[in-house]
């Protein structure tokens, strides 16, 4: 028989946090959809019968989310809720913890791997066409580290969208968008845009091919030369 004190009380809601509740679900159902402005504060709560400073409340949660978004004058809109918009309190942790990079990285080579062998598959020749576009943008942009970031992910993104499937695209852009902060002291490193220039090649020929198992195995090689200098990149700003 359970004990007394396992019986713990239940903790009731706040209204805020079911003010949160039901616009997450109005944005799930897609009653209100990505560009939608809200009504203001003093409607809401007059619709939903609760105080203003509640409905303040369950704004301020989501817009930390990044579900929302506030502009001064303007309004409450719902976010386009892509991978930038949602991901900010997780780069937010990871940059404080510099220890999960390793994490990050073991989870991107068993995404992107994935991704590179089905992209192998059904990727189409203009989707081709672009990828070697990119290499040739790279290639004038080895001491560019900014706008060679920029390429970079034009490049990755083109063979996301090639599986196909927009579950692995949202996956693998997100977890791309959490290493960004950390990608951005190794771009600065002298050889490493250059290293990436390279893997990159041997990627659009794999995927030329149509050979899966050499995409696989040529991303699964450019994630180990990025996790190596991302963490070397690291250590020397440390």
Known sequence: MAEPEEFLPIERSSIAEQVAKKLLDLIRSRNLKPGDMLPTERDLAAMMQVSRPSVREAIRGLQILGVLRVRQGYGIYVSPLDAADLLGPLQFLLTLNAENIDALYEIRRLVDVGIARLAAERISTPDLLRLKQQIVVQRDLLYDPLSFR????????????????????????????????????????PGVLRQSLADHEVIVAALEKRNGEAAAKAV????HNVHRSTVDAM???Q
Do not use: C, Q, W
């Not at 196909?164 to 290493?179: D, E, I, K, Q």
């Not at 699964?220 to 994630?223: G, R, S, V």
């Open 220 to 223: 699964e090689d450019h994630l």
């Open 150 to 189: 920029a390429s970079d992910l034009k490049f990755h993104t083109i063979i996301m969208e090639a599986t196909g499937n927009p579950f692995m695209v949202r996956t693998a852009s997100s977890l791309y968008l959490l290493g960004a902060e950390y990608r951005r002291l190794a771009s600065e490193t």
């Open 235 to 237: 250590e020397k700003d």
